[in-house]
């Protein structure tokens, strides 16, 4: 629509910010008599209505019904986020709260995430969100042996990420000693440092003719192993909480088009896909339809992302209704999502997934 800032005369952009404000305080349209009582200037009940026509002319603003008050549109909410509203300066309460988690001795960015939706959800009240985004590709980069009695022995994996995996792999046949070392250095001549689809099925016959006929039938399944421990946790993963709180909002009061929000909630794969494709370092606000997920065009959707080195690794924010209240919710992501950012920057310990050095 093009709006400008500079546009809206200063009595415009105040009777729009006030009606904007009301709307997401009482969800109710909002009319002129309510704003000859309420705004900081004194202007005259048939000017207001003049006003107000003229912004709903301009897409700011929707009257849902006849000789009722206005409503923002989606526009008039974008038109709002972008230029009107004031930053939101948030209590003591609400700042040793976001302090809390910051401040813990937690150092795995995925719980660290979590638990910054928790408590986005319930200063916010709106459902949050934790996106963890795929991790760097990890190789193995060692591989060891350890006998652990008849029938089985113990595959040491040292990964890129400086971890250690262990998997124990069942025979049910002799293996010796020698065939045990034999095994150990075949592992880390094919194995290490490579990308796994790089070992095709010809590199896994090599691998048994090279170890011999008696340890021949261990290496496939020794393969699958080291996929899977290279796999783990490598795909992104989004988390909610507080799902429950959006049936607070008479904007999802329809059963069946919060079942479809629901689906797609549940679903996430469109809602990753936007995450992940979303700015970096910055807030990112999709009002209604400029989602483009499609059940959630009566819903707004705000997160940041947090990076390290220059790769997102996850991301916090919250869905609700377009009647948000954004400078509380933009506040708060921004707090808490540069606090974390300031945390992996500074501290080396931290991880960026759930894996347990062993």
């Known amino acids: 629509m093009g709006i400008e800032f500079s546009d809206l005369s200063e009595r ?18 909002v009319g002129s008599k309510y704003l000859t ?49 004031r930053s939101y300066e948030m209590t003591m309460n609400e700042l040793q709260e976001l302090n809390r ?39 193995i980069t060692q591989f060891k042996t350890m006998r652990m009695g008849i029938g089985k022995f113990l595959l040491v994996m040292m990964t890129s990420n400086d971890n250690v995996q262990t998997k124990v792999i069942n ?26 689809e790089a070992v095709t099925l010809s590199v896994i016959s090599e691998m048994e003719r090279a170890v011999g006929y008696e340890a021949a ?42 079942r479809q929000l629901l689906g797609a909630i549940e679903k996430k794969d469109d809602i990753l896909d936007l995450v992940s494709h979303s700015k970096k370092d910055e807030i990112n606000v999709y009002i209604g339809s400029e ?7 009566n819903s707004t959707l705000i997160f940041r992302t947090i990076t390290q080195n220059d790769k997102v690794v996850g991301a916090i924010g919250v869905i609700g209704p377009c009647r948000m209240d954004y400078s509380k919710v933009i506040a708060t992501i921004d707090y808490l999502s540069k606090n974390i950012q300031q945390m992996m920057n500074n501290d080396n310990k931290l991880l960026p997934e759930s894996e347990d050095k062993q």
């Open 12 to 29: 415009k952009k105040l009777i729009l910010k006030a009606i904007i404000d009301a709307h997401i305080r009482g969800g109710e349209p």
């Open 37 to 85: 009582q309420n705004l900081p200037i004194s202007i005259s009940s048939a000017t207001i209505r003049n006003e107000m026509s003229e912004l709903e002319e301009m897409g700011l603003l929707e009257q849902p019904h006849t000789s009722a008050g206005r409503v923002p549109s989606e526009y008039g909410y974008r038109f709002y986020v972008d230029s009107l509203m």
């Open 101 to 139: 988690l910051t401040k813990s001795k937690v150092e795995r960015l995925d719980e660290i995430l979590e638990g910054a939706a928790q408590v986005m959800g319930n200063l916010t009240n709106y459902t949050a969100l934790a996106f963890k985004g795929r991790r760097a590709a990890t190789v």
């Open 171 to 196: 025979h049910s046949f002799e293996v010796s000693d020698e065939t045990l070392e034999r095994l150990e250095l075949v592992l880390n001549r094919y194995l290490c440092s490579v990308n796994l």
């Open 217 to 258: 039938p261990l290496i496939s399944p020794i393969v699958k192993g080291v996929y899977d421990v290279i796999n783990q946790n490598s795909e992104e993963e989004l988390k909610f909480a507080g799902v429950d709180r959006l049936l607070q909002y008479p904007e999802f009061s329809d059963v069946g088009k919060f």
């Open 291 to 297: 989602n483009s997920v499609d059940v959630m065009n």
